[in-house]
């Protein structure tokens, strides 16, 4: 497979197997008095990814898809819940803090904004200085060379001019130079790069993604490019992970991702990037919602509550059904007043399962409701997944049909998680 | 859509009047360095209905324009020219007629909803306050009749009419940030940097609601981005704008198919998008607006700079195809004087001008 090449391949930089990244929620004072669990948000949840050297490739999704917490755990920044990192020959999930303090002189990370990444009382020189200090390079002289040819290296030159520059005498362009030029200083293989352009105006962001591209070529450099933007992931990235609450849902070459994308997620993030042509625009059957709470991920696969594409099997529950009377509601706003003291609350739904009960107005009446809400919308593919409708109370109880979050699987030259791609593993 | 009887009759009156006409508008800011001329001379107009975006780098006076026109600017900064709307100049109104002017006819939707919303107070208490400010007498029940038709036709449920802000996601506060705004049918609406801080397909939700607007409102929209794609998906006219002044604007098909100023062809070459098949870039930066460059302000920047550009402001004349461009390129040609149309030798530009 081209996602998991040769497992045991020598020449593999990175290999990330089945790594978790959770994240234990505090609830408040009294729970953890009574030991009561507030929950875990799973950052990351069974992520399999490996880079081979000089190979650029890209972990796109929107905020809270876990990409960051993976390009973080890649140093050690944070600690793996499950699984293992393997960096050449050593585990980082194993290591102590300061094992992993050595592997940081191999692997650098460059952060999204370059105001935050940079201490606004040290001047570039220092900046730039501190990692090869923090490193142990004791000599000011050796520090000072160093940092003079990092500064060249990412074309801040004459490099006296900005030496004694502090953050606030630089551009946004060049402060994200300077952040570059801290990353390489200590001539890492490995350059995790967390959004290093989004932050930048428009007509920049191209010169330091080429300074990007000229950086790895001169310094042999691997690069994890982690963006929401999946336009510089076209154009930059040899693979690209396409992540979504932890999981990582289609992973592939990128011509191959882009000429055929196959996971609903990918074909909708790629729709919903406007083109500065007026003849071309984004279409209007674009995912509804925005990405769940990832302490109570949706049931089965995690992306069917926004899917344009569900199908039966994707694991409706009780939520969807919420998000169904709620959207009736939306269009039928004469009837919302009347229905509503039918249906009563429907605060309750939002505990995941796969059972709903709803009503508080008479059985028949809800039924009613259901059925007219059916009719409203055949195609919905909610109600395929329904498997009965039973009188409960003075309401209904819905059950859903129950599925397990669908693995990858291979689909032509990629791997893609979705039950509409046969399971042939 | 239902709307009172005057405000039809206003609308039908001013239909083919401009909402908003604009006149050599100038904001500064003073600064012990001198002025900082961020708005320097702009003018446009706006026709009911419509939506103007106006793009730009950082640091063009976009916002500075948006803020402006709305009376909002901070302590220190100064405007002059003239802004009619339907006929009444804003910019020489009293304090208190502004206010009311403010929110009933000229709304503003900002960045990030959650430093607008107020953490204490449910979203039925932000209705409650917004109307009962600028129309008196209304019962609790028309104000929740009108909050929740607005908010209806954000997509947001009646369910959570009474929910506190914390209890929405970023893309559903900005929704509510919109229902606010247009809750009282203002005719002239900011929009500044609406999406910027949303994810993609969420800002491809509320592109489609901005959209939307002119059709279920009525609203002249100023939409302003740094992103050209959401203006080629949004907006009927493009402002492109450039140390101060708008150096080109006219319908967006045809500027961004068309464009006549090499400032406009450079951004739109310099957007990274799906077709894009190379890197491009323009080189230097915006200018320091408190000494501005001589003649056109993107000369020092510009690939295609001729000898008068260096020296001659530049006429602001009909774009061919319609609209207004400033460019020596373009012309007037008689206007330029002998040899000034020889390429510019230019400094080269360096890291050190960099954006």
């Avoid at chain 1, 050595?102 to 201490?119: E, G, H, S, W, Y």
């Avoid at chain 1, 690209?240 to 992973?251: D, K, N, P, Q, S």
């Avoid at chain 1, 909708?268 to 406007?274: D, E, G, Q, S, T």
């Avoid at chain 2, 640091?59 to 405007?79: F, Q």
């Amino acid at each position: 497979m081209p996602t998991k090449p040769d497992t045991e391949a020598p020449d593999l930089l990175v290999d990330v197997r089945d790594l978790s990244v959770h994240f234990a929620l505090r609830g408040g004072t009294l729970s953890r008095l009574f030991g009561r669990d507030s929950g875990t948000i799973r950052a990351v949840d069974g992520v399999n990814l490996s880079l081979r050297p000089g190979e650029v490739v890209g972990l796109v999704g929107e905020s809270g898809s876990g990409k960051s917490t993976l390009g973080r755990a890649l140093l050690g920044l944070v600690p793996a819940t499950e699984g293992s990192i393997r960096l050449r020959d050593q585990d980082l999930a194993q290591l102590s803090r300061r094992r992993l303090r050595q592997i940081r002189r191999v692997v650098q990370m460059v952060f999204q904004d370059p105001n935050a990444a940079l201490n606004p009382s040290m001047t570039v020189e220092e900046a730039v200085g501190d990692a090869l200090r923090v490193h142990g390079m004791k000599s000011a002289a050796e520090r000072r060379a160093g940092v003079v040819d990092a500064l060249e290296r990412v074309g801040l030159s004459p490099v006296e001019l900005f030496l004694s520059k502090y953050p606030r005498d630089l551009s946004g362009g060049q402060k994200q130079r300077v952040v570059l030029a801290r990353a390489i200083v200590l001539n890492p293989t490995l350059l995790v790069a967390d959004e290093p352009v989004s932050m930048l105006d428009m007509s920049v962001r191209a010169k330091i993604l080429q300074l990007m591209l000229d950086l790895k070529h001169d310094l042999d450099l691997t690069y994890v490019y982690i963006t929401h933007d999946l336009a510089t992931a076209k154009y930059f990235c040899d693979r690209v992970a396409i992540m979504y609450l932890g999981r990582v849902v289609e992973i592939g070459p990128t011509e191959e991702i882009f000429a055929h994308p196959r996971h609903p997620y990918t074909k909708a993030l790629m729709a919903a990037i406007p083109e500065p042509d007026p003849d071309k625009m984004v279409p209007r059957d674009l995912p509804r919602g925005e990405i769940p709470d990832a302490a109570q991920p949706p049931l089965g696969c995690a992306f069917h509550p926004r899917c344009p594409e569900a199908v039966s099997g994707c694991g409706w529950e009780s939520r969807d059904l919420r998000t169904l009377v709620e959207e009736h509601w939306l269009r039928e706003t004469a009837a919302y007043d009347e229905e509503r003291t039918v249906i009563g609350d429907l605060a309750h739904l939002d505990a995941p399962s796969t059972s709903a009960t709803i009503g508080s107005g008479g059985s028949a009446q809800v039924r009613a409701i259901l059925e007219g809400m059916k009719a409203e919308d055949p195609d919905e593919p909610l109600w395929s997944g329904v498997q009965s409708i039973e009188d409960a109370g003075s309401g209904v109880t819905v059950s859903f049909e129950p599925a397990p979050s669908p693995a990858l699987r291979r689909a032509g030259g990629v791997e893609v998680a979705c039950v509409l791609y046969p399971d042939e593993g | 859509m239902t709307m009172d009887l005057s405000d039809e009759t206003v609308a039908a009156a001013s239909a083919r009047e401009p909402v908003i006409s604009a006149r050599d508008v100038r904001v500064w800011y003073g600064t012990t360095r001198g002025a900082i001329r961020a708005v320097d001379g702009v003018s446009f107009d706006l026709a009911p209905g419509e939506t103007l975006g106006l793009v730009g780098e950082s640091g063009c006076g976009k916002s500075t324009l948006g803020r402006g026109l709305m009376g909002l600017l901070p302590e220190g900064a100064k405007r002059d020219g003239e802004v009619l709307f339907r006929g009444r100049d804003i910019f020489t109104l009293s304090r208190k007629a502004s206010y009311q002017l403010r929110g009933r006819e000229l709304g503003m939707i900002f960045q990030e909803p959650l430093t607008r919303l107020n953490p204490l107070m449910r979203i039925s208490q932000h209705f409650e306050e917004t109307i009962k400010q600028h129309e008196h007498g209304l019962s609790k029940d028309e104000i929740r009749d009108r909050a929740l038709e607005v908010l209806r036709l954000m997509g947001i449920p009646p369910t959570r009419y009474k929910s506190y802000p914390h209890e929405f996601s970023g893309g559903m506060r900005q929704r509510l940030m919109i229902a606010l705004a247009l809750v009282l049918r203002p005719a002239f609406v900011v929009a500044d940097e609406p999406t910027t801080a949303l994810d993609v397909l969420v800002e491809a939700q509320i592109v489609q609601i901005l959209n939307d607007l002119r059709r279920n409102f009525q609203t002249s929209l100023l939409l302003i981005t740094h992103n050209v794609g959401i203006v080629a998906e949004a907006c009927d006219r493009v402002a492109v704008m450039y140390a101060g002044r708008i150096v080109e604007q006219g319908t967006v098909a045809e500027v961004f198919k068309h464009p006549q100023h090499p400032y406009t062809r450079e951004l739109l070459r310099s957007t990274i998008s799906l077709t894009t098949t190379g890197l491009n870039f323009i080189p230097g930066a915006p200018p320091d607006l408190v000494d501005p460059p001589d003649g056109c302000r993107f000369h020092p920047r510009c690939p295609s700079a001729m000898n008068v550009c260096a020296s001659k402001n530049p006429v602001d004349i009909e774009r061919p195809g319609g609209g207004r461009v400033e460019c020596w390129l373009v012309g007037p040609e008689d206007q330029i004087p002998p040899g000034g149309k020889q390429p510019l030798k230019q400094e080269e530009l360096t890291v050190a001008d960099e954006a």
